[in-house]
């Protein structure tokens, strides 16, 4: 599985569009990239999944390259609430394990 | 559809005991899995279940633990002989086979004195 590099941490404010982008330089043809947010002391919750192009749900947005390098997690209008840590991952379309990096830690301040 | 439950949420043992996580997936979801989450790092994969096959177990997982999921519903996860360096968060997740989406739950969190 192709690794991700991502910010380490990153601070914002109420209100603001947050965006966070992951490299991932030797995704393969049948991988997905797909984030993950979580909150201290609670699992990691799914937030979206893209193969290319745009995707959007009521969450986020997924913006990917036609080279699909590095992906872009959009987050649109945040509050203090979306603070906590997120993950790019590469998954393939056959599932099975996941594999996290750091994260990037997101601090939305008022 | 109540999620991932695990059980117990925090357990405090001392070195050289045994303990025993269970976690109980998403009721039709036939894939579970198992990872590791140390302070300040991402989740570590330990072991996956399809059913009740084992398929997959991660080098992280000495012989001191084992994964069981007898009936492919519920999965137990036993340390044996605990060291402080199994202190750590222990999730727990499943999924669909044809949807690759892993639903976590919140975790149980082991300290070993």
């Known amino acids: 599985l192709a690794k991700t590099t991502q910010p380490i941490s990153m601070d914002s404010y109420e209100g603001q569009e947050v965006n966070i982008t992951c490299s991932h330089n030797?995704?393969?043809?049948?991988?997905?990239i797909t984030w993950y947010q979580q909150f201290p002391s609670q699992g990691p919750r799914f937030i979206i999944q893209g193969y290319k192009t745009k995707v959007t749900n009521e969450v986020a947005s997924l913006f990917i390259p036609a080279d699909r390098k590095s992906s872009t997690l959009s987050l649109p209008r945040v509050s203090l609430s979306d603070t906590a840590v997120y993950y790019c991952?590469?998954?393939?379309?056959?599932?099975?394990?996941?594999?996290f990096g750091q994260g990037t830690e997101l601090s939305v301040k008022p | 559809d109540t999620g991932v439950s695990q059980d117990p949420r925090h357990k405090i043992t001392k070195r050289g005991q045994n303990v025993t996580f269970r976690c109980d997936p998403i009721s039709e979801h036939n894939r579970l899995y198992w990872y590791r989450q140390t302070l300040g790092q991402g989740p570590e994969f330990l072991t996956y279940?399809?059913?009740?096959?084992?398929?997959?177990k991660s080098r992280l997982l000495s012989d001191r633990f084992s994964a069981e999921r007898p009936k492919g519903s519920f999965s137990t996860l036993e340390i044996q002989r605990t060291e402080q360096g199994d202190s750590a968060m222990y999730l727990c997740?499943?999924?669909?086979?044809?949807?690759?989406?892993?639903?976590f739950g919140a975790g149980t969190r082991l300290s070993v004195l």
């Open positions: 030797n995704i393969a043809t049948n991988d997905y």
């Open positions: 997740a499943s999924s669909l086979v044809s949807v690759d989406i892993q639903y």
């Open positions: 279940f399809q059913n009740e096959a084992q398929l997959e």
């Open positions: 991952l590469v998954v393939t379309n056959q599932g099975g394990k996941l594999i």
